[in-house]
């Protein structure tokens, strides 16, 4: 778009609005001399797809407010300027009336659904307190599981596409480095060979299974973090199949994203102790995935 009509928009500060309200920043791309392409980007540490294309679709409807051209969503998106890191899906959203002058980013989002941005349909509301049509959940939850597109705490249970096997564990004197007065909990996880599932990268197809140690303090929190990795092995979080990441080798059980302290000793770098906030990180990448 326009370099003047970008900066224009924001006179009532209703792109400031759109900023607060999905938590992102607009980054200007400068393109022809006068002109510039707008790309949201989510300020969370793991990116937000759902955010960062629900912010273009409301600065594409508050653009759509501020000119006189009946032009449909899809046009706009073709001349306007905006980058939009998705399709559009052909769904009720197309379809749905929007209010008379349009939804922004600057509605109460009593009104409209934080996804399409449109009047609601069949309105569904979260614990969270956050509200969606349920076609734009569903797909939400299809896309991303059971988490709240806009916090991104879990409504739900998530389960991974982790294959069957054991998790056990024993309990021996020592000391785990950086904690003293206690002892140290061995975790073995054991995961045979077997066949893909439709759940996996190549059904039908064999993996390799594996045998991996993991060490935690036996004291009250490392106590704590147990029964939570129990949990996630139970809801098959903990492992997936995949590319090794030591070798390279395909169709692999490999760890997923909870991440385990596989040595006792060389600190952080060699996946050991000491590391002073290593229970409270992976507490917080349980919780993540609504286990705590």
């Not at 890191?85 to 959203?93: G, L, N, R, Y």
Request: proline share 6%.
């Amino acid at each position: 778009m326009e370099e003047k009509t970008w900066k224009a928009l924001d006179v009532d500060g209703k792109i400031t609005k759109i900023k607060e309200k999905f938590d992102v920043d607009f980054q200007e791309v400068r393109r022809d001399g006068s002109k510039v392409q707008v790309k949201a980007s989510y300020k969370g540490p793991e990116g937000n797809p759902f955010m960062d294309n629900n912010a273009v679709r409301a600065l594409l409807r508050l653009y759509q407010k501020s000119i006189t051209s009946p032009l449909n969503l899809t046009q706009l998106q073709g001349a306007s300027g905006f980058r939009d890191s998705t399709t559009m899906h052909e769904d009720e959203s197309e379809k749905r009336p929007v209010p008379e002058g349009g939804a922004t980013g600057g509605d109460s989002t009593e009104e409209n659904c934080p996804i399409c941005l449109s009047p609601f349909t069949d309105k569904k509301s979260l614990n969270c307190k956050h509200e969606f049509c349920n076609l734009c959940l569903q797909q939400a939850k299809e896309s991303n599981g059971p988490i709240c597109p806009v916090c991104r705490k879990v409504f739900g249970i998530i389960q991974g596409d982790q294959p069957d096997g054991r998790m056990t564990w024993t309990r021996s004197s020592g000391q785990v480095p950086g904690f003293s007065n206690c002892g140290i909990i061995t975790i073995t996880y054991s995961i045979p060979n077997g066949t893909q599932t439709e759940k996996h990268p190549k059904p039908g197809h064999w993996y390799t299974g594996t045998t991996r140690m993991a060490y935690l303090p036996d004291n009250k929190e490392g106590n704590e973090v147990l029964k939570l990795l129990k949990k996630a092995f139970d809801q098959k979080l903990i492992f997936t199949i995949g590319a090794s990441r030591t070798t390279g080798y395909e169709n692999q059980v490999t760890w997923n994203d909870i991440h385990h302290k596989t040595s006792l000793y060389g600190g952080p770098d060699s996946y050991g102790y000491p590391d002073p906030t290593y229970l409270s990180r992976v507490r917080e990448e349980l919780k993540a995935k609504g286990i705590e």
